[in-house]
């Protein structure tokens, strides 16, 4: 479950960086004040009324707007830097306290208790009683 937790999240990594890197542009057309068409990545369809209308007259009824929205162009790699003042005798310390043998000493497997079957001893021979 770990495993996939950290699959689903380097991924979402990955599209974030993607996506903030992006850029791409929206085409608005516009008839008066009523939108009539807004693309992505190209150019917004004109309406008929504009297509028809000689082209000293377009510009005063329909519009066209185009949105450029830039990703990030300059990406900064760096790694996280910090400093640890740590004093030398607690460093020392901590280097002679868990260098000692009981530290890396390994575990020596005990093995359990081994428990012998019970010995059932067999009364008709013992004293000596057969059946005829």
Same mark, same amino acid.
């Given at each position: 479950?770990? /495993? ?6 380097? /991924?979402? /990594?990955?599209? /974030? ?9 929206? *085409?608005?057309?516009?008839? *008066? ?8 990545? !190209? ?20 519009? %066209? ?7 990030? %162009? ?15 005798? =607690? ?6 306290? =868990?260098? !000692?043998?009981?530290? =890396? ?28």
């Amino acid at each position: 479950m770990n /495993l996939f937790v950290s699959k689903i999240a380097s /991924l979402l /990594l990955a599209l /974030l960086v993607l996506f903030s890197t992006l850029s791409f542009t929206v *085409g608005t057309h516009y008839c *008066g004040n009523i939108m009539i068409d807004k693309a992505i990545l !190209s150019k917004a369809q004109t309406c008929e009324m504009h297509q028809e209308m000689p082209s000293e007259e377009k510009s005063e009824c329909c519009g %066209d707007e185009v949105e450029i929205i830039e990703g990030q %162009d300059v990406l900064q790699f760096s790694k996280a830097e910090f400093d640890l003042d740590i004093p030398v005798e =607690f460093a020392i310390f901590s280097l002679i306290h =868990f260098s !000692s043998t009981d530290f =890396f000493a390994k575990e020596i497997a005990t093995a359990e208790v081994y428990d012998p079957p019970h010995y059932y001893q067999d009364f008709q021979i013992l004293h000596q009683v057969f059946l005829i």
